[in-house]
């Protein structure tokens, strides 16, 4: 399930690197500025990128998400890290009757360990971060972690990690996680906590930094990326997954996790209205009932599919859907499957999401849409835009000055500057 862009070349030497910034647009203009001013310092701090790399003896990310659930954000960055030193990925755990605690430790691709804390039923709160630190403690040790860079992805796991000493705090705030259903009652209490030790905090797109960038010095937005060469496998023509090919035209498709930000209500209008429309959605179903699901003769479920056959999917689609609803779970999302459908060619409609108008739909590259009516007739211009060499162009252009690999790079450029601004004032 690993892709990287072509552009990505391990071991290249100091070549590996390239200097070009981040691409921006007009509403990113104050988080760029400061970004690359704070790069820029980087680059000049005297040492390269691949020193500092060398420097750190692993890299441990603190994660609420499992690594092998969907593919997104934290396996595009992590997995770079990975190229260059140990990645350490510790899940939440998992209980079973009668454990013994441990730690399940297994390896994944390039130099990437998974650590999954297994814990015994009953357990109370807090004899559950009990475990879990005594756990880590003997783990860092059998390890020899020393000089080693902690990465948030949950301010939850501060509960067993507070007393670690990292040689620099990264807070990846991908989304706004209190605004999830099922979000713990201590979480934003923990994420104030996590902000005041934070060395540096990105958030996953522009809502989210202006939510978060007058909370920490250090805050930088950095918005979904694109793995170009993986998704433009989608425009070349090939043969039809099994359990798509039967599937009649016009396809509307989906992919995502389905869960309470999904639109539930549009889709169900949208393909009443529209009998004649195929509706196809990938990914798996979490935190909301499957009964609860619109059902159809024109709705087609296929389940999660790996990151590896997304494109074979997309290939067989008509137009992409980002059907997210409005509450509060997608006030600050910046889905990752705007660049990656656009990458794949496909017309996009999506609802009005901030960080999908900004800058794709006021730069006229997604049809945004909001309510059954606007939603079908944006998928009925959407469906005759595939002729559409200029819009195909402009869109190319756009994504041309967005990778992962950039957005990797320049973080990497951030943490090497404020980690030496910590040594000089230590």
Known sequence: MFDLDSDFIPSAGSGYFVSEPEASTASTTSAASKKDLRATSGKSAGNSMEEYLSTVSALVCLSHLRWDFVYQRPQHLLSRFAKHTRLFFIEEPLFFDNARPRLAVSSREDNVTVVVPHLPHGLTGAEIEAEQRNLLDKFFKVNKLEDYVFWYYTPMALEFTRHFTPSLTVFDCMDELSAFKFAP?????????????????????????????????????????????????????????????????????????????????????????????????????????????????????????????????????????????????????????????????????????????????????????????????????????????????????????????????????????????KQTKA
């Open 185 to 421: 009652p201590r979480l934003l209490e923990l994420e104030a906590e996590l902000m005041a030790k934070a060395d540096v905090v990105f958030t996953g797109g522009q809502s989210l930094y202006e939510a978060k960038k007058d909370r920490h010095k250090e805050a930088y937005a950095f918005p979904s990326s694109i793995d170009k060469v993986h998704f433009g496998k989608a425009r070349q023509p090939q043969e039809d997954p099994a359990d798509q090919a039967h599937i009649p035209h016009p396809r509307m498709g989906f992919f995502g996790v389905v869960d309470e930000r999904f639109d539930i209500e549009l889709l169900r209008s949208v393909a009443a209205a529209r009998p004649e429309w195929q509706f196809v959605i990938i990914g798996p179903v979490v935190k909301i009932d499957e009964a609860d699901l619109p059902k159809g003769e024109n709705i087609h479920y296929l389940g999660g599919k790996s990151y590896q056959e997304l494109p074979s999917y997309l290939a067989g689609w008509d137009v992409a859907m980002l059907l997210f609803a409005h509450n509060e779970s997608t006030k600050y999302i910046s889905p990752t499957k705007t660049p990656e459908y656009l990458a794949a060619g496909k017309p996009v409609v999506s609802t009005s999401i901030r960080d999908v108008v900004r800058p794709y739909g006021e730069q006229n590259l997604v049809h945004i849409a909001d309510g059954a009516e606007a939603f079908e007739q944006a998928i009925e211009k959407a469906l005759a835009q595939k002729e559409d060499h200029g819009w195909m162009r402009r869109t190319d252009d756009f994504l041309a000055g967005i990778s992962w690999d950039k957005t990797w790079q320049n973080m990497v450029r951030l943490m090497q500057c404020i980690s030496k601004e």
